[in-house]
């Protein structure tokens, strides 16, 4: 198993671009917080900001993501797409994308992705979340100046270390019963979004891709927006990414934010 350092994670990129200069601290509050304060300050796209332990770890609407010392993969990207601000959810896409392709040629496992930002694997026929992925963008009039791609997965955690979870969770470890190379796993994961990231810009959609890899579609769920809750069938979801749920009076409804259980 190789430890993560600064030269480690040099010497075994094969990347272009993405994920230099890396940064690596042994310990931070969140690497997203980290990087948005170099992003403003003139830090090169494809800045890779990595932890061995977060204290402030964040998730969405300000939840907060755990993960035990020095089993996890925990960092950050930045990104300076220049994209049109409607095309920031091809960011989630195609890095859930390039996410799930590294877990399954890494480790045999089944993977998926779970509306809207959740990377799940199957395990004896259940699905369950091995990792979150947090954008934050930076706008500039109609465009996105920079983004922080944010992705926490859950490689070596043991049973009795894994946090409260919401979502059903596991880590790889778990799943596979064996220990799996962070090292090895984040180049598998920085080679494929480069090359999603390079074909989105070229004004490929990773739509359709990411739309094939979702779990709910065509099940019964219910989405929690705040206080708000909706139930129905995902029917699928639209370019953006919003979440198309026909409820039972046969309206449909279009969803950009919640939680799906
Ligand atoms: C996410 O949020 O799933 C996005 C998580 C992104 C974490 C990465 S780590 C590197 C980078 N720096 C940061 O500070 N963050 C990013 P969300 O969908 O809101 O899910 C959060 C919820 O997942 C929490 O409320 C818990 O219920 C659950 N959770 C927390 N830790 C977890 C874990 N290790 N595995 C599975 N679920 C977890």
Request: with cysteine.
């Amino acid at each position: 198993m190789h430890a993560l350092s600064k030269k480690a994670i040099e010497d075994a990129l094969d990347t272009e671009w993405l994920g230099l200069p890396v940064i690596y601290l042994p310990e931070i509050g969140s690497t997203n917080e980290y990087l948005l304060a170099l992003a403003t300050n003139k830090a090169p796209a494809g800045t890779l900001v990595i932890t061995d332990y977060q204290t402030a770890g964040k998730g969405r609407l300000d939840r907060r993501w755990e993960a035990p010392k020095g089993t996890s993969l925990l960092f950050s990207l930045l990104l300076r797409p220049g994209w049109p601000v409607a095309q920031a959810h091809w960011l989630t896409m195609l890095s859930g994308l390039a996410v799930v392709a590294a877990i399954e040629a890494s480790t045999g496992l089944s993977c998926g992705l779970k509306w809207p930002n959740d990377v799940m694997c199957r395990v004896d026929g259940a699905w369950r979340k091995v990792g979150g992925l947090l954008l934050a963008a930076g706008l500039e009039a109609d465009r996105i100046g920079y983004a922080v791609m944010g992705i926490g997965l859950n490689v070596n955690i043991p049973a009795g270390q894994m946090p409260a979870t919401r979502t059903p969770a596991t880590s790889l470890y778990l799943a596979t019963g064996r220990e799996i190379d962070r090292l090895l796993l984040l180049v598998q994961i920085l080679t494929r979004l480069e090359r999603q990231y390079i074909t989105a810009g070229q004004g490929h959609s990773p739509w359709p891709d990411w739309q094939a890899r979702l779990i709910s579609i065509g099940r019964e769920v219910t989405v929690h927006m705040g206080i708000q809750t909706l139930s129905g069938t995902v029917e699928g979801t639209g370019p953006a990414g919003q979440l198309l749920l026909r409820d039972a009076t046969g309206k449909l409804h279009e969803i950009s934010a919640g939680d799906v259980e």
